[in-house]
């Protein structure tokens, strides 16, 4: 079954209504709920999601909020960067996650050369269009989870005119594990998502989409988008 992954930054607009999406997410199918703790320097996150964390922050979310999100069935993923693990410590930050309930995390910063041990979290690793078929299934054979695929070279939020690297990608790493290999960055609509499925991905991340939804339209019409793009993904399978 293909995969849909939903990608919210933690406290926006404001904790109560971020606790609310992840529950109606939640009910609504979503496989995997990717939260993103906001940080001042967020280098692989587009211009959406920099002006929801700067928000967020100005809320005064911090990343102990991340421990106290709804239970849900959906699995929960923790989306955070390097300075923020050094900061709490490694250890602690580890043992804190697991007790919240999430199943696995991303660090965008952290290459595979210095993962950390996080015992009892899948790390998830990502892949780009100008990695190396190597390198491919070397982050392939080592992430755990699911693989990250970035659809383009920008940061979040983007459009891709890559699609046949995408495709090559996906080949390459399935000779290597059979984990899903699902894609984000710059996935806006259904049929964006259909497209990711026909180039042989296992499912689709989106996270930009959504919080545009969320600050235009409200709860209510960022659940009605996310269930869009659910049922293309399972209507044509």
């Known amino acids: ?41 967020p280098i692989a996150d587009g211009e959406t999601i920099q002006q929801a964390s ?17 239970s849900t069935r959906a699995e929960l993923y923790i ?6 693990l050094h900061h709490m410590g490694y250890s602690t930050f580890r043992r804190r996650a697991i007790g919240a309930g999430y199943q ?3 660090i965008p910063d952290l290459p595979l050369e210095h993962t ?6 899948n790390q998830v690793q ?16 080592r992430t755990e989870g699911f693989l990250y695929v970035v659809s383009h070279l920008a940061t979040t939020g983007g459009v891709s005119s890559a699609d046949g690297r995408l495709k090559k990608i996906v080949e390459t ?8 290999k699902l894609v984000g960055f710059g996935i806006d609509s259904p049929e964006r998502a259909c497209q990711m499925l026909s180039l042989g991905a296992d499912g689709v991340i989106v996270g930009s989409a959504l919080i545009k939804h969320l600050g235009k339209y409200g709860i209510d019409s960022t659940i009605e988008f996310a269930e869009s793009i659910i049922h293309s993904i399972h209507s044509g399978e």
């Open 1 to 41: 079954m293909s995969l849909f992954v939903a990608y919210l930054p933690l406290g926006y607009p404001d904790k109560e209504t971020s606790f609310e999406l992840i529950k109606k997410l939640d009910k609504a199918g979503t496989d995997i709920i990717e939260i993103g703790i906001p940080f001042s320097d």
């Open 54 to 70: 700067s928000h967020s922050l100005g809320q005064g979310t911090i990343p102990e909020d991340a421990f106290s999100v709804p």
């Open 79 to 84: 989306m955070t960067y390097a300075n923020i």
């Open 104 to 106: 696995g995390i991303i």
């Open 116 to 121: 950390v041990s996080m015992e009892g979290l």
């Open 126 to 141: 990502l892949v780009a269009p100008n990695t190396s078929e190597s390198r491919i299934h070397l982050l392939a054979e």
């Open 173 to 180: 790493a399935n000779e290597s594990s059979n984990v899903p």
